[in-house]
């Protein structure tokens, strides 16, 4: 079992955004255990506004994929040590994690951009996130290739040369494979016929950060990922030998939310935290703090972006309630394929 990185978060960054915040009065308690999959820039942003407005709470984070933190909330049902978890919760999981969660979400879910609202009265939904290719161009140009599209990603001088997380147990990874099926048809034999074909290029790694991170350390040649965190290297410095590209076929995004553990031991701070992130004033604060986060209140106020414009991208559209509905049968095709095809 791959271990949790527990670390408690000491912030001291400061930005310029708000001379005074509508949360100061509001007791909560002190302390607020958060569960998260989200990368450690995301972490200090959030966590930084947040202490402006809650400066008595102690915020402790346990980090791991969304598979991990669910088994543990679940192996801890008996005795809730999470209060709240951020990042992971898609829209397209229906019902899946509905017996960890309580049946709440935050008054601010009323403002959320249209089709990006709560799918299942548990998640409060505060964060977009959108499929991307991350590129080594210094080893696609050795390869002699220019990679663009999902036909692409087909050459077999890839083979073996294309990270992708484990999309059973990895949100970044079903989002890139609910992508491919924007594209080629929800549940499709012409979807199912691509993925087949790709799969002799596929690599699947535990870790979604590695599908960027090795990508630009020189390891492989593309990682099939989401653009907050590819986008986090370049903002860091990577080299020119680093691109994030969307798919030219068309890209598309999954709403991703927040949730109370059930039973947790301090509620009324984790619906604070809850609240904060997804007002127009939290969401703006995270925004403006990170330049790489798209967000699902409809009043942020982005100021400078690294990300690229809306009207940039070719958008495709999701069949978010089929994907919902039919994620365990779709999920056992691709272990079945990947079986047939990998051994």
């Not at 949790?4 to 509508?22: G, R």
Request: net charge negative; hydrophobic share 40%; aromatic share 10%.
């Amino acid at each position: 079992m791959k271990k949790f990185l527990a670390t408690v978060l000491a912030l001291c960054m400061v930005f310029a955004l708000c001379a005074s915040s509508a949360f100061a009065a509001e007791d909560v308690g002190d302390t607020l255990n958060l569960y998260s999959t989200m990368t450690e820039k995301d972490l200090d942003a959030v966590l930084s506004g947040f202490a402006e407005a809650y400066p008595d709470v102690y915020v402790e984070v346990t980090s791991g994929t969304i598979g991990e933190i669910t088994s543990r909330i679940n192996a801890e049902a008996e005795n809730p040590q999470g209060d709240v978890t951020w990042g992971g919760l898609a829209d397209s999981d229906g019902m899946q994690y509905a017996e960890l969660f309580e049946e709440w979400v935050c008054p601010s879910s009323a403002n959320a951009i249209e089709g990006y609202s709560t799918p299942n009265g548990i998640y409060s939904m505060d964060h977009l996130s959108t499929v991307v290719f991350a590129v080594n161009t210094e080893l696609e140009k050795e390869l002699g290739l220019d990679i663009r599209s999902y036909e692409d990603l087909l050459d077999p001088a890839l083979k073996g040369q294309i990270m992708i997380a484990n999309p059973n147990s990895s949100s970044s990874a079903w989002n890139n494979l609910c992508n491919i099926m924007a594209v080629y048809g929800t549940d499709s034999d012409e979807a199912w016929a691509y993925i087949e074909k790709l799969m002799p290029n596929l690599v699947i790694v535990d870790s979604s950060s590695a599908c960027f991170k090795s990508v630009e350390a020189g390891e492989y040649v593309v990682g099939l990922t989401y653009e907050d965190g590819a986008i986090k290297l370049i903002e860091d410095g990577a080299g020119d030998h680093f691109d994030m590209r969307y798919p030219a076929d068309g890209a598309s995004a999954s709403a991703f939310g927040m949730a109370i553990i059930k039973n947790c031991q301090h509620p009324a701070a984790a619906q604070a935290f809850i609240e904060y992130v997804c007002s127009a004033e939290g969401s703006s604060y995270i925004a403006q703090a990170l330049k790489t986060l798209r967000m699902t209140n409809k009043d942020t106020e982005y100021g400078e972006s690294l990300l690229p414009a809306t009207e940039d991208i070719k958008w495709v559209s999701r069949d978010v309630p089929y994907l919902t509905e039919h994620k365990t049968d779709i999920l056992d095709h691709w272990n079945n394929l990947l079986e047939q095809v990998q051994g």
